[in-house]
């Protein structure tokens, strides 16, 4: 099978995540050529924690990850058991209160985004070649034939279809839409012209987060038995939240605080977008919250200071022989969780389309237009609802005034509070990629 022809050539801009799933994905089909391409001059991914739900474990289950997955990670898979995620506390005062424990449908996986990304690199086929310190500059699409690929470093590629898996500032995001943009102005469709030009770049949130890994053994010999040692907490308060849970076999904390100022988003961020943070600065910012919260800052070191940017809504993830998924495609705000897993959909549900038989050179085309049918209207509606939920843990609810409350009436507050959560979150453990995929091959078969 080696030597036979390849039905399609994928060339996958970007090594992350999203990027390596779809090679793995792809590569249960032997007839479908795969390369990679990273900016980078090495494979190190960025970040730090990430939980998975058990909508996207699914796909990670098909694709035969989990075991060695969960070799990594602190929370162990349960299949169809109600299971604690988080525990909720309102911490913006000198006592804090835990009001509420979040219960999902199985367990939220929770690991080190490094260790997600050496499973997949170990899963790769060798004959999906993967190169480094490939930035895309640009590429030329043609009626027919192939995608000529143009490299900062003035290599060329060719491909039958594009992958834009490049993240948030993506090359491939910024030549489909700059091509399409140019088509609606040479059509005099200058209003959709500028509509789409204006989704070429990021767009700041509004939101700071400041990022940590904080060694368990530090925190447990600053405040012995801290429930994040166990217990994956969020403490919310008003204009900003943080977040903490054990990854690494509980060797480590994964700590995120979220400065939220809402009123600020979509305008411009002055500053480099990410970078080292200063402790004292964002500590103060939480200096009036409870003990708890006073521990974890207390044991934060050389925090990263993350400008929080997202993509905003696109018309479309596909032209013509060119797909952005992932950050790429719909870049959103960290407040669900689900990032990582909307890439994991992303790259399943493309592979699941491309391998298809009845998806050929000349029709790869319709290929895409089934996966932006699907993909698209529920990539774009969990950004929404991760907006929503970064409203709600930053206590931006309906102008309620959380402050105004005490005793019986703050604790309704919090609960109904909790209700919302839960109601805009579910869809993330009650739900399954199942139908999406059905849906997608009665498309291509009909």
């Not at 310190?133 to 000529?148: A, F, H, M, Q, V």
Request: contains cysteine.
């Amino acid at each position: 099978m080696s030597n036979a022809p390849k039905r399609l050539r994928v060339a996958i801009c970007g090594a992350g995540i999203g990027g390596l799933t779809l090679a793995v994905a792809l590569s249960r089909y032997p007839d479908i050529d795969i390369e990679i391409y990273e900016a980078a001059s090495t494979l190190a991914e960025v970040g730090a924690g990430i939980g998975i739900f058990p909508r996207p474990r699914k796909i990670i289950q098909i694709l035969g990850l989990e075991a060695d997955l969960a070799r990594t990670c602190e929370t162990k898979p349960q299949e169809g058991k109600p299971v604690s995620a988080f525990n909720y506390r309102k911490s913006d005062q000198p006592v804090g209160i835990n009001f509420n424990t979040l219960v999902t449908n199985g367990a939220l996986m929770t690991l080190h985004r490094a260790d997600f990304q050496n499973v997949l690199l170990r899963r790769l086929p060798e004959s999906c070649r993967i190169n480094c310190s490939k930035r895309l500059r640009t590429y030329t699409r043609r009626e027919t034939g192939p995608t000529e690929l143009i490299f900062e470093d003035g290599t060329r590629a060719f491909c039958d279809l594009l992958v834009g898996a490049d993240g948030l500032k993506s090359a491939v995001r910024q030549a489909l839409l700059s091509e399409r943009a140019t088509w609606m102005q040479g059509q005099g469709r200058w209003k959709e012209a500028a509509d789409i030009a204006a989704c070429i770049d990021p767009v700041w949130s509004g939101q700071i987060a400041y990022r940590a890994l904080i060694p368990a053994e530090r925190l447990n010999a600053f405040a012995p038995g801290h429930q994040v040692l166990t217990t994956p907490t969020q403490y919310l308060g008003k204009h900003g939240y943080i977040m903490a849970y054990p990854i690494s076999h509980g060797k480590l904390i994964n700590f995120v605080a979220f400065n939220c100022r809402h009123d600020l988003e979509n305008t411009p961020f002055n500053g480099p977008w990410v970078g080292p943070g200063d402790k004292a600065h964002f500590a103060q910012i939480f200096a009036h919250w409870e003990p708890e919260v006073q521990a974890l800052l207390h044991c934060v070191e050389k925090p990263l200071q993350w400008a929080v940017h997202t993509v905003k809504p696109l018309r479309s993830f596909v032209s013509g022989r060119t797909v952005l998924i992932g950050d790429a495609a719909h870049a959103m705000t960290p407040h669900q969780g689900s990032g990582a897993g909307q890439a994991i959909e992303d790259a399943y549900i493309l592979a699941t389309v491309l391998g298809h038989r009845s998806t050929t050179r000349e029709n790869i085309s319709r290929a895409l237009r089934v996966h932006d049918e699907i993909r698209r209207p529920a990539a774009l509606g969990v950004a929404e609802a991760s907006r929503l939920n970064g409203h709600y843990f930053s206590l931006v609810v309906d102008g309620i005034d959380f402050d105004h409350y005490t005793g019986p009436q703050l604790w309704d507050k919090l609960q109904n509070l909790y209700g919302a959560i839960v109601k805009n979150w579910e869809w993330s453990w009650s739900t399954s990629v199942d139908g999406s995929v059905q849906e997608a091959l009665r498309m291509l078969e009909t």
